[in-house]
């Protein structure tokens, strides 16, 4: 097919650079070279035991044929317990919808509000899904900017001033990927007085970092009442539960929302597999050891990081407190060379990481902040360990 006979919507839209830079270091692996994979946001945890055999068991007992579009019945009872049990919220099964992945349900919603010219409203650095599901939806990004120094957070003020007749949708995650970056309760009440003064913006809380935090406690935006009845809360168990592969995300919504979604999702894929709907129930049932493990390495490993990285020259660090991406400032690197090569900009240094230290990670720009990268934590200690060795080493070949 010729490239012309394409639709103008792929003009615009830009290949996830997050999948992009993992597959490049997946061909380069597959070429000999031992890259260590730094760039695609995964537990490297396998799916728990007692999840995998759910599983098994739904394919005998005969789990196979098209399930309920938006999600078998005791699944979204289990999602709607967890929202009991873990946030304090009450969201009745028929205002949960599950679908193929978290990515298909902010799809699902961003289809569901946006009309073409509608302000959505992303503070900066974002997750790079976020702006091209909006541009599908012919939406107009309006970016909110945060660097390092407010520890990646907007201000309320900036909310106020970022809000327009137009807007109407903020989209957000916390804990954020890819600063890993967490709103307090306080925080987000700031953020609810100045949506209860907007009633036309909606707000999309991406909550699927939820288990990876290490404040004490999870909050969500959700809690607060003036605005519940605009908040829609994704979530998943792609990261908690180590299920990236099973495609499990789900929503919280008013249930016209949670309609309108069935009806997109009803023409888009029917449902989420059957199978990994019935691991999903196992996964959000009660029994989360395995989760509380994970969330405790990851806790061990994101320390192990962010203190060789501040044995780095030139790198600023964040100290993330939730997911498990670090998003130090390398900006001080640009204008050096590599031999005659420049190091322009955080592609370039990326890309250098890559060739040179056999590290992948990805370009702040993917996010909507060129001067960062961001580097996935969700590796092995002994490979973190080689992994900032490699970089410190390479990046101080540069002159
Ligand atoms: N939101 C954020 C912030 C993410 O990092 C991811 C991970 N890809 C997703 C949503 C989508 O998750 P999934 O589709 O695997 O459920
Ligand atoms: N959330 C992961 C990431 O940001 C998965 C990749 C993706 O879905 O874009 O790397």
Redesign the pocket.
């Known amino acids: 097919m010729k490239q012309q006979q394409l639709s103008v919507r792929l003009d615009t839209l830009a290949e996830s650079q997050t999948i992009g830079m993992s597959k490049l270091s997946r061909e380069l692996t597959a070429k000999g070279f031992d890259i260590i994979n730094l760039s695609l946001?995964e537990p490297d945890f396998v799916t728990p035991e007692h999840i995998r055999t759910a599983a098994k068991k739904a394919i005998d007992d005969g789990f196979t044929f098209y399930p309920p579009i938006s999600g078998y019945a005791e699944l979204r009872e289990a999602i709607s317990a967890k929202f009991k049990r873990e946030n304090n919220l009450d969201y009745a099964p028929d205002q949960i919808v599950v679908s193929t992945?978290?990515?298909q349900s902010?799809a699902n919603v961003v289809l569901s509000l946006v009309n073409p010219g509608d302000e959505v409203i992303i503070p900066l650095p974002y997750?790079v899904s976020y702006i091209e599901i909006v541009k599908l939806a012919e939406g107009k990004t309006v970016p909110i900017q945060s660097t390092i120094d407010s520890d990646f957070k907007i201000s309320p003020e900036q909310l106020e001033n970022a809000i327009t007749p137009k807007t109407k949708l903020f989209i957000f995650?916390s804990p954020c990927?890819p600063s890993g970056s967490v709103y307090t309760k306080d925080e987000l009440k700031a953020f609810a007085k100045v949506f209860a003064r907007h009633p036309q913006v909606f707000i999309l809380s991406?909550e699927?970092y939820e288990h990876i935090n290490f404040l004490e406690k999870h909050e969500s935006i959700a809690q607060f009442e003036e605005i519940k009845d605009r908040v829609i809360i994704v979530n998943?168990v792609?990261k908690g539960y180590a299920m990236?592969g099973w495609r499990i995300?789900y929503i919280g919504a008013p249930k016209y929302i949670a309609a309108a979604c069935d009806k997109i999702q009803g023409q888009f894929t029917s449902a989420a597999s059957s199978i990994s709907q019935k691991a999903a129930e196992t996964a959000l049932g009660t029994y989360n050891k395995p989760t509380i493990e994970m969330q405790q390495a990851f806790l061990r490993r994101r320390n192990l990081v962010v203190n060789m990285l501040k044995q780095i020259p030139g790198l600023i660090i964040n100290e993330p407190k939730g997911a498990f991406y670090v998003f130090p400032d390398v900006s001080s690197y640009f204008g050096k060379k590599d031999g005659d090569t420049p190091i322009k900009d955080a592609k370039d240094l990326c890309m250098y990481l890559l060739h040179k230290a056999h590290v992948s990670t990805v370009t702040g720009d993917a996010f909507g902040a060129p001067n960062y990268i961001r580097l996935s934590y969700a590796a092995s200690d002994e490979k973190l360990t080689e992994a900032m060795h490699r970089i410190k080493k390479a990046l101080s070949e540069l002159s």
Do not use: F, L, P, Y
Request: hydrophobic share 30%; charged share 15%; glycine share 28%.
């Open positions: 946001g992945g978290a990515k902010i997750w995650s990927n991406d699927i998943g792609s990236t995300g």
